[in-house]
């Protein structure tokens, strides 16, 4: 059967813009590329998994149309569209010329109007048509052979509603009736007014007993009270609404079969947009892995304060801040590889080129160097190579042998200089080739810059790895890895199975292209006031994460093992329990057969939602809207709570065990978060629950290295408070946490207006919420959601907050004020979060960039805090000589491996590089616990 795809073009521009607001994508010259990527991405797999035979995207144009005329006050109150949005547009339409997908407008008709008469003709032709938008709009279009594909959404699957599932959801016999419900219940996005006092539900009641809104208004005396005044009031604004909503069906639009083909994608259109907007990866998905040859480069002239050019730059802009940034002259140029580039790469295979190396590299200021090694756990790898450059466009590779003993012979040669603390080493995440020289008996030491972390303090929220910097700022491509061991999967090599000739390129090029960066990366820190963030924070930060990841720390095996156990046990209990209240026995796990029991056998939800294959949706999301209604979900609930904690904790840790150590070595990461803080995986030691107690008996599993050692564990207390407090400077918050009161307790007082003795625990409860609430900006219906309480009392408590505490009040309207006129906020040491869209029209848009303007500088200044903290008490250790171990970081808490002959003198040192790590007028508290576990010592 033939099928047609009719895409809602701006419905789904809009979903793909919004569906990435927290977390936007950004190319290197400023461009939010979230809507382009969104929509390149819906539309590929569409056309992947669907495989449509004809396709077109239809969008509104800017001409009045007849509801406008019927109606002026008809969409009157939708938000400007954000500024980024407007941006990318273009570029929507340059993607969807390039896949030569046909876009069909007509002046004075919706997109809905035209999706609907092309539907109905293409029906006629025998097609099979889906509409595909998240309009809920579209549902009175569905018949035997026209559907509504609504695309996936946060984690859940494509939707496709048909006649069956249209008339379930909206409680109907017939899909025009679909039209009277939208009449009644209005929309208060397209503004249609609908009938003041009937909402979805009501509207479907009232339809499911009369039939139509014609047929409600005639019966009107039938009604009662306040619903039958309303109706006879309002009629023909029902009826007005109506007819708005009313997709019109004979747009004179025709229907070319022939022109909605799909055809091949267009690789002399595509290609250079994907390069300008740095979709290497969607480029190969549709080029394969030879794409890429071009990029757009930004072009800036350097002029004098006369407008003289006084020289040609390279540069990307970096800082966003109102008014909207004027970007440098856009210029696509071929990108440049290593067979275009004049370079000077060699081979030093033997001892005395190696002699002659070392010779030249104990001459040098700063050398940029890099290891090739046979995998990416540099606890478990083996040094392939060492490659070095000391000049742009040279670089020599220095192969080293598996036969261990040879090989260490080799890394000793070049100790002298990697352990020399005059020589600045510069490298890309260098923390990685620290780790592996250490397993190689070299403690690398002297100033570190490392490329990576410079971009991530210039551009926070885009990429960092250095092919995309080595493009963006050198424009240049760097030899793929793939060239030379193959893609990713089970048939990859490793550098070990690659001659050593032909690795050479590669390794000196990576050690070049990283001196390079880190030319271009100096000035900018400069300019962006990060150069101190780097040089006494980010970069000495590497020495301490690689001796903590180098550590490691030990499990207990047996807890784990037994905890598991135990976990089986009552994941088998709860299990049970749904079988018996169900009366009936299933595979709990597959969610077919529990969508089957929960809806077709329990009925607890008759508007259940399906899958594309026609299975119900049981996601969390859904089981929890339904757990009120049945102890079986909450059952249900519970039982996978357990499995996830077994499966992604209890049974996983043991398999990270190192098996050359016998303990477990996680990676922190320090340039993903864009606040600045921390974050780890394998294991992801931020995500070791805590906050229920089931969790919390894995942290039983994290014991000391022997019994000549015990952990302790050194947490901040409430720091985000007291850094707020501190940079607000509110008085009465500053006197509680000097007086050490209780800061939830102090604040319930103010705010209720009683004395510290006459606090109550709901009154802390609630202080507590609006104290952490506050930070992350939330507003009254947010509290009276997380308190349970009317939106009215929520309201009055934070008003009362604000006037207890009105330095806070003035520190968010300050923060805010700044923030839009700069485009940044900063941390108590600087550490910058640009918010492009602080000044956006969009209401929705600019209210997540405030939220950040106030959160970033308190998360900030917390992480910027225990950074400190962290290089400071390791530098202590050291200096001291004492053999404790920091050996975790997770939130606002550090844990250390301490020896017990040394736990008072680790005491005073953790209590006062914690305290001082950043000089307060606020004190800063912590609280120290010790254990043969983690959890006894937390």
């Known amino acids: ?103 069909i407008t007509k ?78 219940w209005g929309d208060a996005v397209d503004n249609i007014p609908g009938i003041p006092g009937i909402g979805e539900k009501t509207a479907k009641s009232l339809i499911k007993q009369y039939g139509s809104v014609e047929n409600i208004i005639a019966h009107s005396h039938e009604l009662k009270g306040k619903q039958r005044e309303n109706v006879e009031t309002y009629a023909e604004q029902g009826l007005i609404s109506k007819k708005l909503a009313t997709i019109i069906l004979n747009v004179p639009v025709e229907f070319d079969e022939k022109s909605l083909e799909v055809e091949t994608p267009s690789r002399e259109l595509l290609e250079p947009l994907f390069a300008e907007l740095e979709f290497r990866t969607i480029g190969k998905r549709v080029f394969g892995d030879d794409f890429i040859r ?32 004027v970007f440098p002259e856009q210029v696509t140029v071929p990108l440049r590889t290593i067979e275009d580039t004049e370079h000077d790469y060699k081979l030093a295979d033997t001892p005395e080129l190696r002699k002659s190396l070392i010779e030249l590299l104990q001459q040098q200021e700063q050398i940029a160097f890099d290891t090739e090694t046979t995998g ?64 190689y008996g070299i403690a690398v030491k002297g100033r570190l810059f490392d490329t990576m972390l410079a971009h991530y303090l210039i551009d926070p929220d885009t990429r960092h790895n250095m092919d995309v910097l080595s493009e963006n700022y050198l424009n240049y491509t760097p030899i793929s ?41 100096t000035p900018l820190l400069k300019e962006l006031n990060a150069e101190n963030l780097a040089t006494e924070v980010e970069n000495p930060l590497v020495y301490v994460l690689a001796d903590i990841e180098f550590e490691g720390v030990r499990i207990d095996m047996d807890t784990l093992i037994n ?138 599993a994290f014991i000391p290295r022997d019994e000549n050692h015990i952990l302790l564990s050194a947490d901040y207390s409430q720091i985000e408070l007291r850094i707020i407090a501190e940079i607000s400077k509110e008085e009465n918050m500053l006197e509680a946490f000097n007086k050490g009161i209780d800061i939830h307790t102090a604040t319930a007082a103010k705010v209720y207006g009683v004395s510290i003795e006459e606090v109550d625990s709901t009154q802390r409860r609630n202080a507590k919420a609006v104290n952490f609430g506050i930070i992350y900006g939330q507003s009254a219906f947010g509290l009276s959601q997380s308190l349970g309480i009317p939106r009215k009392e929520a309201a009055a408590i934070i008003d009362q907050y604000f006037a207890q505490y009105p330095g806070i009040k003035q520190f968010m309207s300050d923060t805010m004020n700044s923030a839009r006129e700069n485009g940044f906020v900063e941390t108590i040491l600087g550490r910058r979060r640009y918010l492009r869209d602080i000044n956006s029209a969009n209401a929705t848009v600019r209210g997540f960039a405030e939220r950040n303007a106030i ?19 390791h530098r202590d250790i050291q200096e001291q ?23 008072e003198a680790m005491k005073k040192i953790i209590s006062h590089r914690m305290k001082t790590a950043i000089k307060t007028t606020v004190p800063i508290e912590i609280e120290i616990g010790e254990g043969n576990n983690w959890l006894a010592a937390h």
């Open 294 to 325: 071009s990029t757009t480069t930004m072009v800036s002239q350097q002029t004098d304060l006369f407008g003289n050019v006084v020289g040609e730059y390279r540069q990307v802009e970096v800082v966003v801040a109102p008014p909207p940034p």
């Open 107 to 184: 002046d004075g008709y919706e997109a809905d109007d035209i999706i609907g008469t092309l539907a109905k003709e293409a029906e006629k032709e025998g097609f099979q048509v889906y509409c595909m938008t998240p309009d809920k709009d579209f549902a009175q279009l569905v018949s035997d052979n026209i559907f509504i594909y609504k695309p996936a959404r946060m984690g859940n699957d494509m939707e496709v509603l048909g006649v069956k599932e249209v008339l379930a959801k909206w409680e109907i016999e017939r899909v025009e009736q679909v039209i009277d419900i939208l009449g009644l």
């Open 376 to 439: 990416t756990d540099a606890n478990l790898a083996d040094l392939v190579g060492l490659s070095f450059s000391v000049k742009p466009g040279e670089g020599y590779y220095v192969p080293v042998p598996a036969q261990r003993e040879e090989a260490q012979q080799i890394v000793d040669e070049f100790k002298p200089v990697l352990e020399n603390e005059n020589i600045v080493k510069i490298g890309q995440n260098i923390k990685y080739d620290i780790l592996i020289l250490k397993w």
């Open 1 to 103: 059967m033939k099928k047609l795809f009719l895409l809602d073009g701006m419905a789904l521009i809009y979903r793909a813009h919004f569906a990435l607001s927290k977390n936007p994508r950004f190319t290197s010259t400023g461009i939010n590329t979230s809507a382009v990527m969104g929509f390149a991405n819906t539309l590929m797999e569409v056309l992947k998994k669907e495989n449509p035979t004809h396709i077109a995207v239809v969008f509104d144009t800017a001409a009045p149309t007849e509801r406008h005329t019927d109606f002026e006050a008809y969409k009157a109150h939708r938000e400007s569209m954000p500024e980024d949005l407007s941006a990318a547009l273009p570029y929507v339409f340059k993607l969807i010329e390039g896949f030569k997908i046909p876009v």
């Open 563 to 700: 905890y598991s156990k135990e976990l089986e046990l009552d994941i088998r209990k709860f299990e049970q329990n749904v079988y018996d209240k169900c009366g009936v026995k299933f595979n709990l796990a597959s969610p077919k057969q529990l969508g089957e029991v929960l809806f077709d056998k329990l009925q607890l939800d008759p508007k259940a939602k399906k899958t594309k294959t026609g299975q119900y949706q049981t996601g969390e999301d859904v089981l929890l809207a339904l757990a009120h209604k049945s102890d079986i979900v909450q059952d249900i609930l519970d039982f996978r709570q357990l499995q996830k904690l077994k499966s992604t904790y209890v049974d996983a840790l043991p398999l990270l065990v190192n098996p050359k150590t016998g303990r477990v070595h996680t990676s922190f990461n320090q340039a993903v978060a864009a606040t600045g803080r921390l974050s780890s995986n394998n294991p992801n030691l931020q995500n070791i629950p805590i906050r229920t107690e089931r969790g919390r008996e894995v942290r039983k």
């Open 855 to 873: 959160n970033a500088p308190i998360q900030g200044s917390a992480a910027d805090l225990i950074k400190v903290a962290m290089i400071n008490i």
């Open 481 to 521: 890895i793939t060239a030379l061991i193959g893609s990713k999967g089970k048939s990859q090599g490793n550098m070990r199975d690659v001659p050593a000739e032909k690795v050479v390129d590669y390794a000196a090029e990576d050690a070049d292209v990283t001196l390079q960066l880190a030319d271009v990366f």
């Open 881 to 903: 000589g004492l053999q404790s171990k920091m050996t975790m970081q997770v939130h606002d808490e550090l844990v250390f491996d301490v020896l017990k002959t040394e736990v």
